[in-house]
């Protein structure tokens, strides 16, 4: 069974830091790309970051540009996200996936979320 468990949401105030972890198991993830989506109140759910397997390769938002940061423990099955500078508008539920391609179009496996709260 396919699990991936993400960690280290919270509370946190505008321009304090947090690092989200994800856990991954259940299947081999060998060649697959890891990332994270998120989704604020009453808006679609969003590509926030996405790492490759083979170089590590990483791709962000726009609006996260700069501020957060993937990287991955293929010896850990671990995938994070290191985030600086928080603001509000960061304020959502964030999700872990993974999918064959960095692409990211609608990525095969999810998380249940973990929820980051960024107060003013």
């Known amino acids: 069974q396919v699990q991936l468990v993400e960690s280290g949401g919270g509370l946190v105030q505008a321009g304090g830091s947090l690092r989200l972890s994800c856990a991954y198991s259940?299947?081999?993830?060998?060649?697959?790309?890891m990332g994270w989506f998120r989704q604020a109140p009453g808006k679609e759910r969003e590509f926030v970051s996405a790492?490759?397997?083979?170089?590590?390769?990483?791709y962000y938002a726009d609006s996260v540009k700069g501020r957060f940061f993937i990287s991955r423990d293929n010896a850990k099955n671990t995938v994070y996200l290191q985030m600086y500078s928080l603001k509000p508008e960061d304020t959502a539920v964030y999700y872990c996936?993974?999918?064959?391609?960095?692409?990211?179009?609608?990525?095969?496996?999810w998380g249940k979320g973990t929820l980051v709260t960024v107060s003013s």
């Open positions: 996936v993974a999918d064959p391609s960095e692409v990211m179009v609608a990525p095969e496996y």
């Open positions: 259940g299947r081999t993830f060998s060649g697959y790309a």
């Open positions: 790492i490759s397997w083979t170089y590590g390769t990483t």
